[in-house]
Protein backbone atom coordinates (compact mmCIF):
# COMPACT_ATOMS: atom_id res chain seq x y z
CA UNK A 1 0.00 0.00 0.00
CA UNK A 2 1.15 3.68 -0.96
CA UNK A 3 1.20 6.72 1.77
CA UNK A 4 1.80 10.09 0.87
CA UNK A 5 4.62 11.60 2.42
CA UNK A 6 3.80 13.99 5.07
CA UNK A 7 4.30 17.54 5.07
CA UNK A 8 7.67 18.88 7.33
CA UNK A 9 6.32 21.01 10.11
CA UNK A 10 8.11 23.89 8.19
CA UNK A 11 5.63 23.53 5.16
CA UNK A 12 2.84 23.57 7.59
CA UNK A 13 3.84 27.18 9.07
CA UNK A 14 4.37 28.47 5.32
CA UNK A 15 0.86 27.62 4.81
CA UNK A 16 -0.48 29.18 7.89
CA UNK A 17 1.33 32.67 7.37
CA UNK A 18 0.40 32.96 3.94
CA UNK A 19 -3.36 32.03 5.33
CA UNK A 20 -3.23 35.02 7.67
CA UNK A 21 -1.27 37.75 5.04
CA UNK A 22 -4.77 36.73 3.22
CA UNK A 23 -7.41 37.81 5.89
CA UNK A 24 -5.08 41.02 7.03
CA UNK A 25 -4.76 42.41 3.69
CA UNK A 26 -5.96 46.63 4.10
CA UNK A 27 -9.29 47.50 2.24
CA UNK A 28 -9.39 50.86 -0.09
CA UNK A 29 -11.40 53.72 1.24
CA UNK A 30 -15.16 54.55 -0.26
CA UNK A 31 -16.24 56.85 -2.27
CA UNK A 32 -19.11 59.12 -1.86
CA UNK A 33 -19.84 60.37 -4.92
CA UNK A 34 -20.53 58.52 -7.94
CA UNK A 35 -20.47 59.38 -11.60
CA UNK A 36 -23.55 58.29 -13.46
CA UNK A 37 -23.34 60.33 -16.45
CA UNK A 38 -20.15 59.01 -18.23
CA UNK A 39 -18.74 55.76 -18.41
CA UNK A 40 -17.53 55.64 -15.15
CA UNK A 41 -14.06 53.42 -14.36
CA UNK A 42 -14.37 50.67 -11.37
CA UNK A 43 -13.90 53.09 -8.06
CA UNK A 44 -10.96 51.39 -5.75
CA UNK A 45 -13.45 50.40 -3.77
CA UNK A 46 -14.89 48.00 -6.08
CA UNK A 47 -11.50 47.19 -7.19
CA UNK A 48 -10.81 46.59 -3.78
CA UNK A 49 -14.31 44.53 -3.11
CA UNK A 50 -13.44 43.00 -6.17
CA UNK A 51 -10.13 41.93 -5.20
CA UNK A 52 -11.55 40.85 -1.61
CA UNK A 53 -14.20 39.09 -3.63
CA UNK A 54 -11.33 37.65 -5.48
CA UNK A 55 -8.85 36.86 -2.32
CA UNK A 56 -11.58 35.30 -0.24
CA UNK A 57 -12.17 32.75 -3.36
CA UNK A 58 -8.51 32.57 -3.45
CA UNK A 59 -8.78 32.18 0.67
CA UNK A 60 -11.28 29.43 0.55
CA UNK A 61 -9.46 27.46 -2.60
CA UNK A 62 -6.60 27.59 -0.39
CA UNK A 63 -8.41 26.59 2.63
CA UNK A 64 -10.07 23.99 1.20
CA UNK A 65 -6.64 22.97 0.04
CA UNK A 66 -5.38 23.25 3.32
CA UNK A 67 -8.35 21.42 4.67
CA UNK A 68 -7.29 18.69 2.03
CA UNK A 69 -4.05 18.97 3.01
CA UNK A 70 -4.43 18.65 6.74
CA UNK A 71 -7.09 15.77 5.90
CA UNK A 72 -4.05 13.69 4.39
CA UNK A 73 -1.95 14.26 6.86
CA UNK A 74 -4.91 13.00 9.42
CA UNK A 75 -5.14 9.87 7.44
CA UNK A 76 -1.79 9.47 6.67
CA UNK A 77 -1.37 10.18 10.49
CA UNK A 78 -3.92 7.48 11.09
CA UNK A 79 -2.68 5.02 8.86
CA UNK A 80 1.01 5.64 10.32
CA UNK A 81 -0.62 4.40 13.53
CA UNK A 82 -2.25 1.45 12.22
CA UNK A 83 0.77 0.32 10.70
CA UNK A 84 2.37 1.12 13.60
CA UNK A 85 0.01 -0.79 15.59
CA UNK A 86 0.25 -3.54 12.94
CA UNK A 87 3.63 -3.58 12.92
CA UNK A 88 3.60 -3.91 16.77
CA UNK A 89 1.36 -6.59 16.60
CA UNK A 90 3.67 -8.57 13.98
CA UNK A 91 6.44 -7.66 15.70
CA UNK A 92 4.86 -9.16 19.54
CA UNK A 93 3.70 -12.24 17.85
CA UNK A 94 7.38 -12.46 16.04
CA UNK A 95 8.74 -12.46 19.39
CA UNK A 96 6.34 -14.87 21.02
CA UNK A 97 7.11 -17.44 18.00
CA UNK A 98 10.61 -16.88 18.32
CA UNK A 99 10.64 -17.23 22.05
CA UNK A 100 8.18 -20.54 21.09
CA UNK A 101 11.04 -21.51 18.67
CA UNK A 102 13.49 -20.69 20.84
CA UNK A 103 11.94 -22.83 23.65
CA UNK A 104 11.13 -25.57 21.43
CA UNK A 105 15.01 -25.66 20.49
CA UNK A 106 16.45 -25.53 24.09
CA UNK A 107 14.00 -28.48 24.81
CA UNK A 108 15.57 -30.30 21.58
CA UNK A 109 18.90 -29.64 22.69
CA UNK A 110 18.73 -30.83 26.26
CA UNK A 111 16.66 -33.72 25.16
CA UNK A 112 19.36 -34.30 22.36
CA UNK A 113 22.06 -33.37 25.48
CA UNK A 114 20.60 -35.69 27.57
CA UNK A 115 20.89 -38.56 24.72
CA UNK A 116 24.27 -37.59 24.06
CA UNK A 117 25.20 -38.13 28.30
CA UNK A 118 23.52 -41.40 27.70
CA UNK A 119 25.36 -42.62 24.97
CA UNK A 120 28.17 -41.24 26.58
CA UNK A 121 27.97 -43.15 29.56
CA UNK A 122 27.31 -46.44 27.72
CA UNK A 123 30.21 -45.50 25.81
CA UNK A 124 32.04 -45.33 28.99
CA UNK A 125 30.66 -48.60 30.53
CA UNK A 126 31.65 -50.72 26.98
CA UNK A 127 34.95 -48.64 27.34
CA UNK A 128 35.33 -50.15 31.22
CA UNK A 129 34.21 -53.39 30.40
CA UNK A 130 36.64 -53.80 27.35
CA UNK A 131 39.47 -52.88 29.59
CA UNK A 132 38.78 -55.38 31.83
CA UNK A 133 38.03 -58.31 29.70
CA UNK A 134 42.08 -56.54 28.17
CA UNK A 135 42.73 -57.13 31.48
CA UNK A 136 41.35 -60.67 31.88
CA UNK A 137 42.69 -61.67 28.41
CA UNK A 138 46.62 -60.00 29.51
CA UNK A 139 46.72 -62.73 32.56
CA UNK A 140 45.15 -65.36 31.22
CA UNK A 141 48.05 -65.08 28.33
CA UNK A 142 50.47 -64.37 31.18
CA UNK A 143 49.12 -66.98 32.71
CA UNK A 144 49.42 -69.48 28.90
CA UNK A 145 52.98 -68.19 28.85
CA UNK A 146 53.99 -69.08 32.11
CA UNK A 147 52.39 -72.40 31.86
CA UNK A 148 54.49 -72.77 28.12
CA UNK A 149 57.90 -71.91 29.57
CA UNK A 150 56.99 -74.84 32.51
CA UNK A 151 55.81 -77.53 29.81
CA UNK A 152 59.40 -76.35 28.01
CA UNK A 153 61.49 -76.59 30.98
CA UNK A 154 59.10 -80.18 31.67
CA UNK A 155 60.15 -81.38 28.16
CA UNK A 156 63.70 -80.53 28.40
CA UNK A 157 63.49 -82.82 31.45
CA UNK A 158 62.45 -85.46 30.15
CA UNK A 159 64.03 -85.46 27.20
CA UNK A 160 67.26 -85.05 29.49
CA UNK A 161 66.25 -87.86 31.98
CA UNK A 162 65.23 -90.31 29.14
CA UNK A 163 68.72 -92.40 29.41
CA UNK A 164 67.88 -92.78 32.45
CA UNK A 165 64.74 -94.35 32.12
CA UNK A 166 65.58 -97.86 33.01
CA UNK A 167 67.53 -97.54 35.77
CA UNK A 168 64.51 -95.20 37.18
CA UNK A 169 62.25 -98.00 36.16
CA UNK A 170 63.88 -100.82 37.82
CA UNK A 171 64.14 -97.99 40.97
CA UNK A 172 60.33 -97.71 40.84
CA UNK A 173 60.00 -101.35 40.98
CA UNK A 174 61.46 -102.08 43.66
CA UNK A 175 60.26 -98.86 45.61
CA UNK A 176 56.57 -100.71 44.67
CA UNK A 177 57.89 -103.88 46.37
CA UNK A 178 59.38 -102.21 49.48
CA UNK A 179 57.18 -102.67 52.31
CA UNK A 180 57.26 -100.66 55.08
CA UNK A 181 55.23 -101.55 59.25
CA UNK A 182 56.66 -98.75 60.39
CA UNK A 183 55.85 -95.39 59.94
CA UNK A 184 58.34 -92.76 62.04
CA UNK A 185 58.87 -95.16 64.00
CA UNK A 186 55.26 -96.11 64.84
CA UNK A 187 53.00 -99.19 63.56
CA UNK A 188 50.76 -98.69 61.31
CA UNK A 189 46.75 -99.40 61.97
CA UNK A 190 46.95 -101.30 58.61
CA UNK A 191 50.17 -103.45 60.59
CA UNK A 192 48.12 -103.83 63.60
CA UNK A 193 44.89 -105.05 62.16
CA UNK A 194 47.32 -108.07 60.31
CA UNK A 195 49.00 -108.69 63.52
CA UNK A 196 45.51 -109.10 65.31
CA UNK A 197 44.39 -111.09 62.13
CA UNK A 198 47.53 -113.42 62.41
CA UNK A 199 47.12 -113.78 66.11
CA UNK A 200 43.61 -115.19 65.77
CA UNK A 201 44.73 -117.53 63.31
CA UNK A 202 46.76 -119.17 66.47
CA UNK A 203 50.17 -117.69 65.59
CA UNK A 204 52.00 -117.50 68.49
CA UNK A 205 53.33 -114.13 69.33
CA UNK A 206 57.15 -114.64 68.93
CA UNK A 207 56.28 -115.86 65.35
CA UNK A 208 54.44 -113.37 64.11
CA UNK A 209 57.72 -110.75 63.05
CA UNK A 210 58.82 -114.22 60.76
CA UNK A 211 55.65 -115.03 59.70
CA UNK A 212 55.11 -111.55 58.02
CA UNK A 213 58.18 -111.41 56.15
CA UNK A 214 57.99 -114.92 54.76
CA UNK A 215 53.95 -114.41 53.28
CA UNK A 216 55.70 -110.84 52.00
CA UNK A 217 58.78 -112.92 49.97
CA UNK A 218 55.85 -115.42 48.45
CA UNK A 219 54.08 -111.99 47.11
CA UNK A 220 57.23 -110.91 46.19
CA UNK A 221 58.03 -107.62 48.49
CA UNK A 222 60.90 -106.87 50.61
CA UNK A 223 59.95 -105.65 54.17
CA UNK A 224 62.32 -103.30 55.18
CA UNK A 225 61.64 -103.09 59.24
CA UNK A 226 60.62 -105.96 61.72
CA UNK A 227 58.22 -106.15 64.75
CA UNK A 228 59.25 -107.61 68.10
CA UNK A 229 57.18 -110.22 70.11
CA UNK A 230 56.68 -107.03 73.43
CA UNK A 231 54.81 -104.88 70.39
CA UNK A 232 52.69 -107.84 68.95
CA UNK A 233 51.29 -108.41 72.89
CA UNK A 234 50.81 -104.83 73.16
CA UNK A 235 48.47 -104.63 69.94
CA UNK A 236 46.93 -107.68 70.78
CA UNK A 237 45.94 -106.12 74.12
CA UNK A 238 44.70 -103.28 72.40
CA UNK A 239 42.48 -104.85 70.44
CA UNK A 240 41.15 -106.40 73.37
CA UNK A 241 40.62 -103.05 74.59
CA UNK A 242 38.92 -101.66 71.44
CA UNK A 243 36.62 -105.03 71.53
CA UNK A 244 35.28 -104.28 75.10
CA UNK A 245 34.82 -101.00 73.86
CA UNK A 246 32.74 -102.08 70.83
CA UNK A 247 31.08 -104.59 72.80
CA UNK A 248 29.45 -102.84 75.38
CA UNK A 249 28.56 -99.64 72.84
CA UNK A 250 26.66 -101.92 70.91
CA UNK A 251 25.29 -103.52 73.57
CA UNK A 252 23.81 -100.03 75.00
CA UNK A 253 22.92 -99.08 71.72
CA UNK A 254 20.85 -102.08 70.59
CA UNK A 255 19.10 -101.89 74.04
CA UNK A 256 18.98 -105.90 74.23
CA UNK A 257 21.06 -109.13 74.51
CA UNK A 258 21.09 -112.02 75.40
CA UNK A 259 23.30 -114.24 77.25
CA UNK A 260 25.11 -117.17 76.97
CA UNK A 261 28.00 -119.53 79.49
CA UNK A 262 29.96 -122.66 78.76
CA UNK A 263 32.69 -123.82 81.29
CA UNK A 264 34.89 -126.16 81.28
CA UNK A 265 38.21 -128.08 83.27
CA UNK A 266 41.54 -128.29 82.40
CA UNK A 267 44.49 -129.59 84.42
CA UNK A 268 41.80 -129.17 87.01
CA UNK A 269 41.43 -125.58 86.33
CA UNK A 270 38.28 -123.98 86.12
CA UNK A 271 37.53 -121.74 82.99
CA UNK A 272 34.24 -119.86 82.19
CA UNK A 273 33.64 -118.59 78.66
CA UNK A 274 30.84 -115.84 78.05
CA UNK A 275 29.04 -114.64 74.68
CA UNK A 276 25.95 -111.88 73.78
CA UNK A 277 23.81 -112.23 71.30
CA UNK A 278 22.87 -109.07 69.84
CA UNK A 279 21.45 -106.38 66.51
CA UNK A 280 24.46 -104.54 65.67
CA UNK A 281 25.00 -102.30 62.31
CA UNK A 282 26.65 -103.97 59.55
CA UNK A 283 29.47 -101.56 59.12
CA UNK A 284 29.04 -101.86 55.23
CA UNK A 285 31.52 -98.58 53.98
CA UNK A 286 29.39 -95.46 53.77
CA UNK A 287 27.42 -96.69 56.58
CA UNK A 288 27.64 -94.51 59.93
CA UNK A 289 28.44 -96.77 62.68
CA UNK A 290 28.14 -94.47 65.40
CA UNK A 291 24.59 -93.90 64.53
CA UNK A 292 22.17 -95.83 66.92
CA UNK A 293 20.77 -98.97 65.24
CA UNK A 294 20.80 -98.11 61.74
CA UNK A 295 18.54 -99.68 58.84
CA UNK A 296 21.10 -102.56 57.65
CA UNK A 297 21.38 -104.64 61.01
CA UNK A 298 22.58 -107.79 61.80
CA UNK A 299 22.55 -110.46 64.45
CA UNK A 300 25.92 -111.48 65.51
CA UNK A 301 27.24 -112.86 68.66
CA UNK A 302 29.99 -111.42 70.57
CA UNK A 303 32.55 -112.92 72.45
CA UNK A 304 33.46 -111.28 76.07
CA UNK A 305 36.24 -113.66 76.83
CA UNK A 306 37.55 -116.96 79.23
CA UNK A 307 38.37 -116.18 83.12
CA UNK A 308 39.03 -118.82 85.23
CA UNK A 309 36.55 -119.74 88.10
CA UNK A 310 37.07 -121.33 91.48
CA UNK A 311 34.23 -123.84 90.87
CA UNK A 312 31.17 -124.40 89.12
CA UNK A 313 28.85 -123.08 91.55
CA UNK A 314 25.95 -120.76 90.64
CA UNK A 315 26.87 -117.60 92.13
CA UNK A 316 30.26 -118.41 91.53
CA UNK A 317 29.47 -118.06 87.77
CA UNK A 318 26.72 -115.18 88.78
CA UNK A 319 30.01 -113.21 90.46
CA UNK A 320 32.11 -113.96 87.11
CA UNK A 321 29.22 -112.36 84.87
CA UNK A 322 29.22 -109.51 87.35
CA UNK A 323 33.16 -108.96 87.15
CA UNK A 324 33.09 -109.16 83.45
CA UNK A 325 30.23 -106.37 83.39
CA UNK A 326 31.62 -104.05 85.53
CA UNK A 327 35.36 -104.38 84.12
CA UNK A 328 33.77 -103.50 80.55
CA UNK A 329 32.31 -100.54 81.47
CA UNK A 330 34.90 -99.92 83.17
CA UNK A 331 37.22 -99.86 80.16
CA UNK A 332 34.56 -97.42 78.07
CA UNK A 333 34.41 -95.29 80.74
CA UNK A 334 37.70 -94.27 81.05
CA UNK A 335 37.97 -93.30 76.94
CA UNK A 336 36.82 -90.53 75.76
CA UNK A 337 33.91 -91.50 74.80
CA UNK A 338 32.79 -92.52 78.44
CA UNK A 339 33.85 -89.42 80.05
CA UNK A 340 31.53 -87.66 77.73
CA UNK A 341 28.94 -89.97 78.11
CA UNK A 342 29.43 -92.51 81.47
CA UNK A 343 27.23 -95.48 81.37
CA UNK A 344 26.07 -97.56 84.18
CA UNK A 345 26.74 -101.48 84.49
CA UNK A 346 23.64 -102.18 86.41
CA UNK A 347 21.81 -100.49 83.43
CA UNK A 348 23.36 -103.26 81.23
CA UNK A 349 21.37 -106.07 83.48
CA UNK A 350 18.12 -104.24 82.54
CA UNK A 351 19.22 -104.80 79.18
CA UNK A 352 19.17 -108.83 79.27
CA UNK A 353 16.13 -110.10 77.73
CA UNK A 354 17.45 -113.76 77.86
CA UNK A 355 20.07 -116.63 78.78
CA UNK A 356 20.97 -119.59 76.80
CA UNK A 357 21.91 -122.42 79.03
CA UNK A 358 21.55 -126.48 80.02
CA UNK A 359 19.09 -127.87 81.87
CA UNK A 360 21.43 -128.50 84.70
CA UNK A 361 20.64 -127.21 88.41
CA UNK A 362 23.43 -124.89 88.68
CA UNK A 363 22.29 -123.19 85.41
CA UNK A 364 19.08 -123.92 86.51
CA UNK A 365 19.55 -121.21 89.96
CA UNK A 366 22.35 -118.83 88.05
CA UNK A 367 19.00 -117.97 85.61
CA UNK A 368 17.08 -117.33 88.88
CA UNK A 369 20.09 -115.77 90.99
CA UNK A 370 20.62 -113.34 87.05
CA UNK A 371 16.83 -112.59 87.43
CA UNK A 372 17.06 -111.53 91.00
CA UNK A 373 20.00 -109.52 90.56
CA UNK A 374 18.12 -107.74 87.55
CA UNK A 375 15.29 -107.02 89.92
CA UNK A 376 17.36 -105.35 92.67
CA UNK A 377 19.09 -102.98 90.26
CA UNK A 378 15.65 -102.12 88.55
CA UNK A 379 14.51 -101.13 92.14
CA UNK A 380 17.97 -99.20 92.61
CA UNK A 381 18.02 -97.75 89.25
CA UNK A 382 14.26 -96.33 89.70
CA UNK A 383 15.15 -95.04 93.32
CA UNK A 384 17.97 -93.16 92.31
CA UNK A 385 15.70 -91.64 89.32
CA UNK A 386 13.18 -90.42 91.93
CA UNK A 387 15.43 -89.05 94.33
CA UNK A 388 16.59 -87.27 90.94
CA UNK A 389 13.19 -86.05 90.19
CA UNK A 390 11.96 -82.54 90.78
CA UNK A 391 9.36 -83.93 93.04
CA UNK A 392 12.12 -85.85 94.64
CA UNK A 393 11.11 -84.53 98.34
CA UNK A 394 7.71 -85.52 98.23
CA UNK A 395 8.40 -88.57 96.84
CA UNK A 396 10.88 -88.90 99.83
CA UNK A 397 8.57 -88.62 102.15
CA UNK A 398 6.23 -90.37 101.48
CA UNK A 399 8.93 -93.23 101.51
CA UNK A 400 10.34 -92.62 105.08
CA UNK A 401 6.79 -92.55 106.26
CA UNK A 402 6.09 -95.97 105.64
CA UNK A 403 8.98 -97.05 106.40
CA UNK A 404 8.76 -95.37 109.85
CA UNK A 405 4.97 -97.19 110.21
CA UNK A 406 6.66 -100.70 109.03
CA UNK A 407 9.44 -100.42 111.90
CA UNK A 408 6.96 -99.18 114.08
CA UNK A 409 4.61 -102.31 113.84
CA UNK A 410 7.59 -104.48 113.48
CA UNK A 411 8.89 -103.26 116.91
CA UNK A 412 5.37 -104.29 118.40
CA UNK A 413 3.40 -100.56 118.58
CA UNK A 414 3.89 -97.23 119.26
CA UNK A 415 4.68 -98.38 123.10
CA UNK A 416 7.43 -100.47 122.60
CA UNK A 417 8.81 -98.14 119.63
CA UNK A 418 8.73 -95.44 122.34
CA UNK A 419 10.55 -97.72 125.12
CA UNK A 420 13.55 -98.46 122.50
CA UNK A 421 17.13 -96.74 123.62
CA UNK A 422 18.65 -94.71 121.24
CA UNK A 423 20.62 -97.19 119.95
CA UNK A 424 18.40 -99.84 119.42
Known amino acids: MGFKKPRSPAQIAQLKSNHEKLHKKPHPPSTSSLNTSAPVSPSPLELTQKELEESNVKFKEVSSQVAKVLKGE ?28 IKEIEAAGLQEVEELQAELEELQTRAEDAEEGTQRLQAKLGKELERLDKLKHQNNALRMSKAHTPQKQQNAVAEGARVLLKEGGVITEDTQEGIRDLVSLNIPVENINSATHTVARMLGSNVADSIDKHSVSHIVLEGLVAADMQSMREAHDARAISLSNDRTTNKHLNYESRHGLMVVPTYAPGSDPSARLPRETIRMQRFFGVSQAANHQSDTQLQGWVDMVQAMHDTYNESYMGKAEPWDWRVFTQMVKGMCTNHANDQKKLFQLFGNLKTNYEAELLGEASFQSPNRLEDMCLILAEEIEHCIEDAGGEEEWEALTVEE
Open 74 to 101: AKAVQELEEVRSQATETITSLKQETQQK
